[in-house]
């Protein structure tokens, strides 16, 4: 399979960027990482908009950087959402629409103009200028201006940051039907774990200036000697399948690595493939399946390994789930009472379970 | 109310009085120094936009040493007296000056004293007031806009052409209201580079000059009232424009 190339090597002032990864040309990839960790910077470089002391990118085939080549920004075939969606005051939506469509030779668009305006449902704003535009409308004009574009590589930057959390959430199921209704791959710089589970596949983790670690978004999140594990809201998202529908307890039964779980009814045709977080304080742990409980999703696990979380009364227990990893949050008091140990099998009762997708 | 008759020693008074021969004096006014300011300033606004508006750019946009020392340079006929400016263009244009001999050797003579020379003279008093607008027009656009339009494959020339001129238009149309109004009030530098020829290089300031000179009021009454009309309309003109263009700004994302 063809993958992303990258590594750059950049100094402003006291900041280094000094990254190399590479990634697949498919999903979503987040790169994820306080501010301040160079994810714009980065994101700039692969755009060409910053020059880079030294630098290689390439996409499949395609070399954008290499050496003493740079491939001037208006020749990388890719599309760039700012922050701040940076829509062009002068133009009306239709004309910031076409402002790329039209340098794109017609044989060449993969998207066209009437699915891009009915994906990001801006039909109704063409005629109007991006001052009488909402912050979460702007954006939407922004990632179509993008698209249409027929982009190798979609870059979004923050895309949400600057957006309030009515108008989010109104983009998130946009962002959703991108990744699932094109094959463009999309590089997507988030520093809210919260988007970052709903939306990628796969997550570079950044810190000053440097990668942390890459690799598939469920990994990185349960590795346990990695931040994100622990951080409050710590978590796994397992990918699944819809398998059946219950109409009388309004249940939907979906099928993942090593078991099954129940979520409210969602009307999803059968074998949709979804995607469910599992809070990892609201997975708890039993030594037996059978005991009478209120809850209905229990899996039997396998211990991976047992460790302090930063709350002193608490660990982290990294569990194995038919080859998915779950995280799970009890008491250090728990794991002594229950005798808890690696390897060990159990039981994983979990509370509840959110359908990202 | 009574009226009282003027003292005819009082030159004041009288110059008042002669404001009733308006038009009288009208109907006999030389209009060629008119025309000519008009034609000066026509010509002298459109070469300063050509020239400022890539300067601009270039200030506004490139990271480069010799910046701050073009950006002064640009900005001494803000602060030089005219009669210096006028000087240096007189030994810089004539007969002696290097680009009096370079004018001269092409056989073009020398440009002082010519209406071309005045066009020169012209673009470098007036440039600092072409240069602002558009280079504050530009900063203001900033970067953004023109990095969104790269990103949507539009080569370097067609984002100058169809983001950043678009987007400074009401900078450069400050720099066209200002550098024709000021080229239309000069006054020291010309009559230094041009003198007086009718026809040639006697503008509409020089005329008032002369004819305040020669004691003539009331001639130099309607030409100086004319000025000052035009020149009150062209700032209210100015001012309506930016009070627009702020009411239009886009609110802030």
Not at chain 1, 156 to 162: I, Q, R, V
Not at chain 1, 313 to 326: I, P, Q, S, Y
Not at chain 2, 171 to 188: D, I, K, N, Q
Request: hydrophobic share 45%; aromatic share 8%; proline share 6%.
């Amino acid at each position: 399979m063809s993958s992303i190339n990258a590594s750059f090597r950049l100094t402003r002032q006291s900041f280094v960027l000094d990254v190399a990864f590479n990634i697949p040309t498919r999903g979503v990839t987040a790169l994820f990482g306080s501010s301040g960790s160079g994810k714009t910077t980065l994101l700039r470089c692969i755009a060409g908009l910053e020059k880079p002391d030294q630098g290689y990118f390439a996409i499949g085939d395609h070399v954008w950087q290499k050496g003493q080549f740079s491939l001037p920004t208006h020749q990388r075939a890719l599309g760039y959402v700012f922050q701040d969606s940076n829509l062009f005051s002068h133009l009306t939506v239709e004309k910031n629409l076409h402002y790329g469509l039209k340098r794109i030779a017609p044989s060449a668009r993969k998207i066209l103009y009437d699915d891009a305006i009915r994906l990001l449902g801006i039909h109704q704003l063409t005629d109007r200028y991006p001052a009488e535009l909402s912050g979460g409308q702007r954006q939407r004009v922004a990632i179509a201006r993008a698209l249409l574009t027929s982009p190798d590589l979609l870059l979004m930057d923050e895309p949400l940051a600057s957006l309030d959390i009515k108008s989010r959430s109104e983009i998130l199921p946009y962002l959703e039907k991108l990744h699932l209704e094109l094959k463009i791959p999309i590089i997507y710089v988030s520093h809210s774990p919260d988007e970052v589970v709903r939306i990628a596949d796969h997550m570079v983790l950044m810190d000053h200036g440097k990668v942390l670690e890459e690799g598939p978004i469920n990994e990185l999140l349960t590795r346990t000697d990695l931040p994100l594990a622990h951080l409050d809201e710590s978590c796994a998202v397992v990918e699944g399948v819809v398998k059946e529908h219950d109409s009388h307890y309004h249940l939907t039964y979906l099928d993942i690595k090593g078991g099954q779980v129940a979520v409210s009814f969602r009307d999803l045709p059968i074998g949709h493939r979804v995607r469910v977080r599992i809070l990892a304080r609201d997975v708890s742990l039993a030594l037996q399946p059978g005991q009478k409980s209120s809850i209905t999703n229990v899996f039997p696990v396998r211990i991976e390994s047992i460790i302090p979380a930063s709350d002193p009364a608490k660990v982290l227990v990294k569990l194995d789930m038919g080859g998915e990893h779950l995280l799970s949050q009890i008491t250090h008091r728990s794991v002594d009472i229950l005798n808890l140990e690696v390897d060990q099998t159990i039981y994983a009762q979990v509370k509840s379970v959110a359908l990202m997708r | 109310m009574g009226y009282t008759p003027p003292d005819i020693n009082d030159s004041t008074l009288e110059s008042i009085l002669s404001l009733t021969e308006i038009p009288i004096i009208l109907g006999s006014l030389d209009t060629a120094p008119i025309w000519l300011s008009v034609k000066l300033a026509t010509v002298t606004t459109v070469l300063l936009l050509l020239i400022a508006t890539p300067v601009a750019w270039w200030l506004a946009f490139a990271h480069h040493r010799v910046k701050s020392v073009i950006t002064a340079v640009s900005m001494l006929p803000l602060v030089l007296p005219p009669s210096v400016l006028g000087f240096y263009m007189l030994l810089l244009l004539g007969t002696n000056g290097p680009l009096g001999r370079l004018t001269a050797e092409l056989g073009l003579g020398t440009l002082a004293f010519t209406f071309p020379g005045l066009v020169i003279a012209s673009i470098i008093y007036s440039f600092p007031f072409a240069l602002q607008p558009i280079l504050n027009a530009f900063e203001a656009i900033g970067r953004a806009p023109l990095e969104a339009a790269a990103t949507l494959r539009a080569s370097p020339l067609a984002r100058f052409f169809t983001i950043a001129i678009p987007l400074a238009k009401p900078g450069l149309l400050s720099a066209v209201v200002m550098g024709f109004a000021h080229t239309m009030g000069e006054f020291g530098v010309i009559l230094m580079i041009g003198g007086s020829i009718p026809g040639e290089t006697k503008v509409l300031s020089v005329a008032i000059y002369e004819q305040v000179e020669a004691l003539q009021y009331s001639e130099a009454h309607v030409l100086s009232g004319g000025m000052l009309v035009f020149s009150f309309v062209v700032l209210w003109l100015l001012h309506q424009l930016n009070s627009r263009r702020n009411a239009m700004k886009p609110v802030s994302n």
